[in-house]
C-alpha cells in the first residue's frame, strides 16, 4: 500500500497549523496515484483558515512494482533516505531497484524521470509472480513503517556535537575525580566559543526544521527553547557566572541534551547501532 504519514503543517501565507497526511511511499502502477503526481495534486496542502494552497516540498518515493522502478523526489536532502536506503541494499540487493532508485531535487526532472522509466521498462521484463512483488511490498512497507517515525527532514553535523561533547565532558572528570588535569581559563573560553556555536547551530536546525515540517510540533518547540538557553549560558561575550558545582551540572544537563540530538545525526546514530549492535 502506498502510506502516508502525519505532519502538523503550518501555513507559510497565514501562519495557521493544522495537520495533514502526506505521501511518504506512492505506488504509481495505480492510475490515479499517477496522476496525481504528473498533475501535481500530490502532497497538496490547502489551508483550512485562509485557503492558500501549495505542493508541498516533502521527499517521497515512487513506485512502480509492475515496471520494477522507483524514483525519490528529494528536494533537500534527506537523510532518512540513506538509512532507508542502507535498508534495501541489505534486504533485497544492491541491485534492486529500490536500492538504485535514483534521487532527483527538481520536481519537473522528477516528472520527466517517471515518464522515462516508465517507457523504458516494457511489462514484458518482468518477470517476478505477482505474489511475490506483492510479499515484497509489504515488506518494504513494514520497513518504512519503522522507521518513518523518526524521520527527520535533515541531517545534523556530527563534529561539533563530538567536539562539545569532549569539551564538557573533560572538566567533570576533572572535578569527579578531583584529579589535576590543568584547565585554565584559556581552556573555558574555547569550551565557551565551542559549545555556544554547538547550541547556536542546533537551535538554528530544529528551528529550520520546524518551519519546514514538524512532526512533533510541541517537543521541537521546548527543544529550540532549551538550546537557544543553553547557547545564552555559553556565550563567550557576557559571561555568565556560577559556582564550580553548579556548572558541572550544567555542563552534565549539555552533554544529555546534545545527546538527545544524536537521532538526527546519522552517522552518530548508524555508528551507536553498530557499536551496540556487535555488543549483543
Ligand atoms: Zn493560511
Not at 578531583?178 to 547556536?200: A, H, K, N, P, S
Not at 537551535?203 to 547557547?231: P, S, T
Amino acid at each position: 500500500m502506498s502510506k502516508k504519514m502525519k505532519a502538523n503543517i503550518t501555513c507559510s501565507k497565514c501562519r495557521n497549523s493544522q495537520d495533514f497526511y502526506l505521501y511518504r511511499t506512492l505506488w504509481i502502477e495505480v492510475p490515479e496515484n499517477r496522476d496525481l503526481v504528473l498533475s501535481d495534486k500530490v502532497n497538496y496542502f490547502k489551508c483550512n483558515s485562509c485557503g492558500y494552497e501549495e505542493r508541498l516540498q516533502f521527499p517521497f518515493l515512487c513506485t512502480n512494482s509492475e515496471k520494477k522502478y522507483a524514483v525519490w523526489f528529494e528536494p533537500y536532502h534527506d537523510a532518512q533516505i540513506d538509512i532507508d536506503r542502507e535498508l534495501y541494499k541489505k534486504h533485497s540487493g544492491e541491485n534492486s531497484y529500490f536500492a538504485r532508485a535514483p534521487r532527483i531535487k527538481d520536481w519537473d526532472e522528477f516528472k520527466k524521470m517517471i515518464l522515462e522509466l516508465e517507457k523504458s521498462k516494457s511489462e514484458g521484463d518482468v518477470n517476478v509472480s505477482e505474489g511475490a512483488s506483492l510479499a515484497f511490498q509489504d515488506f518494504i512497507d513494514e520497513i518504512k513503517g519503522s522507521v518513518i517515525s523518526g524521520a527527520s527532514a535533515r541531517a545534523l553535523n556530527p563534529i561539533p556535537i563530538l567536539t562539545s561533547i569532549l569539551f564538557l565532558f573533560i572538566p567533570m572528570v576533572d572535578f569527579l575525580t578531583d584529579g589535576d588535569i590543568d584547565l585554565d581559563e584559556g581552556y573555558f573560553t574555547l569550551l565557551r566559543m565551542i559549545v555556544f556555536g554547538t547550541f547556536g547551530y542546533l537551535a538554528w536546525f530544529y528551528f529550520q526544521a520546524r518551519k519546514k515540517i514538524f512532526l512533533f510540533k510541541m517537543q521541537n518547540e521546548i527543544v529550540v527553547w532549551a538550546l537557544a538557553f543553553g547557547a545564552m549560558l555559553f556565550n563567550p561575550f557576557i559571561q555568565v557566572h556560577f559556582e564550580e558545582e553548579a556548572w558541572i551540572l550544567i555542563d552534565l544537563l549539555s552533554i544529555l541534551l546534545i545527546s538527545l540530538c544524536v537521532k538526527d545525526c546519522p552517522v552518530i546514530y548508524r555508528f551507536l547501532n553498530r557499536a551496540i549492535k556487535s555488543i549483543k
